[in-house]
C-alpha cells in the first residue's frame, strides 16, 4: 500500500474511534475483494468502510474515485462477511471517507 493509503487510513480511524466507532476489520479480503476498515457504529450498524485519499486536487476529489463498481464489490463482500459471521440481525451499510488535503469527509450509506 502507498504511503498516501496507509496515511488516510490511519486518519479515517483515528476519526472514526473520535466519534464513538468500534474498528472491527482492516483491510479485510474475502474472494479477492478488500474492504478497507469494517466498523460498528454507535448505533449498532456495522459499516463497511472505503477509504478515498487525495493529498492535492489534481486529480479530483477524494468522493470521485467511488464508483458505482466499487458498490457493486462492496455489496458481494458484505453478502459474503454476513454469511461467514452469521450477520443476518445487523443493520449492514457501505459507508465512504473522503479525505482530501487534510479534509475529513464522511459519507454513509452510499450503497443505498
Known sequence: MRAE???GESLAEGYLKSKGYKIIGRNEKLMGI???L???APNGDVCFIEVKSRTTYSYGYALE???PAKIARYKRFI???TQIHR???KTLRID???ISG???EHIENVGG
Do not use: F, K, Q, S
Open 5 to 7: 493509503g496507509i496515511r
Open 34 to 36: 478488500e474492504v478497507d
Open 38 to 40: 469494517i466498523a460498528t
Open 65 to 67: 474515485a467511488v464508483t
Open 79 to 81: 453478502n459474503l462477511y
Open 87 to 89: 450477520l443476518y440481525d
Open 96 to 98: 465512504v471517507i473522503a
Open 102 to 104: 487534510d479534509d475529513v
